[in-house]
C-alpha cells in the first residue's frame, strides 16, 4: 500500500485544486490519490464511477501515463457547512463545471469524498425537468 500520509496536506478546501494540478503534473499519482479520502467516489471516466483511493490511485497512472498538462482554474466561491465544503471550477477546456465535496479530516486538513470532475452543459432548448 502506498505511504499517503507523507504528502503536503490542504490546510483549506481550495488547496486541494492546487495541490491535484501540481500532483498531477509531476506524474505523481499515488500524490493525487492523497487527496481522496480511503472510500472516494470520483464521477471518471465518464459515465463510470471510481471508488476508493487505490483504485483512484490505479485510474490516475493510467491516466498520467499520457502526460496530460493542466492549467490552475479560478475556483468558484466554497460553501462550507460542519466540516464539509463543495468546491467548485469553472473549467477552461469547455466541460461545463467541476465540483468537490470535500471533508475536514481530525487534524484539520481536508480530503475529497465525492468528486465530479466533467458536467456537461445543457443542451439547448432541453427543459431540465424532463426525465429520459
Known sequence: MSDYASYEKALHPEDI???FVERS???????????YEED??????????TVGREAIRVLWEQVLERRPRFEPEPPLPTLVS??????????SDGT???????????DG?????????????ARAGRDPQETA
Open 17 to 19: 485544486t492546487r495541490l
Open 96 to 106: 461545463g463545471a467541476r465540483a468537490q465535496v470535500v471533508r475536514r479530516q481530525s
Open 82 to 91: 460542519d466540516g464539509i465544503a463543495l468546491t467548485s471550477t469553472p473549467p
Open 109 to 121: 486538513s481536508w480530503l475529497r469524498l465525492l468528486d465530479q470532475p466533467e458536467f456537461a452543459p
Open 25 to 35: 503534473n509531476a506524474g505523481d499519482a499515488t500524490g493525487v490519490a492523497a487527496l
Open 40 to 49: 472516494a467516489v470520483m464521477a471518471f471516466p465518464p459515465g463510470e464511477l
